[in-house]
């Protein structure tokens, strides 16, 4: 099992620039949440989906995130245009429906300048 | 989700078992009590989690008190590799909807040699 992939692992771009973070969920589930982390805020809740259904994306912080799930085994984290508060670690994990435990990626550390 | 009360740091000798408090003194019946962690620059990952009954698996014991107003995760012989920041999560059970999990500061657990 590969686990959780999100790519880039490293992201470095500049203020109003887009940017496109990536996540491949574990084959076989059906739940997709993303997440944020940064040192003031911790980790917290943007986005989750359910059967590539977004459900709850009362954390994305701004009209400048989307986030989309055309298909069960592919997920994106848009920011357009990013500002230098993006700054942070985006994880994606992914979960059956019938339990839940969440199995985290690695995650992508964005720096915007 | 109940509110969970963790200690911000501890220390453990390599070797000895490790006992994490957690305190959630207004779970309600059908809360389920998670432990996640998260070793530095990796993604969060599930140890273990129960509702009333003590648990064990490969990695941890879970040790619920009859009131289950606090829990003890306990790793029996704690190595190097155990020191990262270990998150105690309150919430319900998710039976095919629940939303994504909310972390509060965790405890880092620091295992010296």
């Known amino acids: 099992d590969a686990g959780v992939i999100q790519s880039p692992r490293h992201e470095v771009t500049e203020m109003g620039q887009e940017v496109t973070l990536r996540c491949k969920p574990i084959s076989g589930h059906n739940s997709l949440f993303w997440y944020r982390q940064t040192m003031m805020r911790g980790l917290e809740l943007l986005i989750y989906f359910n059967n590539n259904v977004p459900i709850d994306d009362s954390g994305m912080p701004e009209d400048r995130f989307s986030a989309k799930m055309p298909n069960a085994s592919f997920s994106t984290l848009k920011i357009q245009p990013s500002e230098p508060r993006d700054s942070a670690v985006y994880f994606c994990?992914?979960?059956?429906?019938?339990?839940?435990?969440?199995?985290f990626g690695p995650g992508t550390r964005l720096t915007v300048l | 989700d109940a509110k969970t009360t963790q200690p911000p740091s501890m220390d453990c000798a390599e070797g000895r078992a490790a006992n994490l408090p957690c305190n959630h003194s207004?779970?309600?019946?059908?809360?389920?009590v998670y432990w996640y962690r998260q070793i530095h620059s990796q993604g969060p990952q599930y140890i273990i989690h129960g509702l009333k009954n003590n648990e064990t698996n490969e990695m941890a014991s879970l040790i619920i008190t009859e009131d289950r107003k606090s829990s003890t995760l306990i790793l029996p012989h704690a190595t190097l590799r155990d020191t990262a920041v270990y998150y105690c999560?309150?919430?319900?059970?998710?039976?095919?909807?629940?939303?994504?999990?909310?972390f509060g500061k965790g405890t880092h657990l620091i295992i010296q040699p």
């Open positions: 999560i309150v919430r319900g059970d998710s039976g095919g909807g629940a939303d994504g999990l909310t």
């Open positions: 994990a992914s979960r059956t429906i019938s339990t839940d435990t969440q199995y």
């Open positions: 207004t779970i309600s019946g059908n809360e389920y």
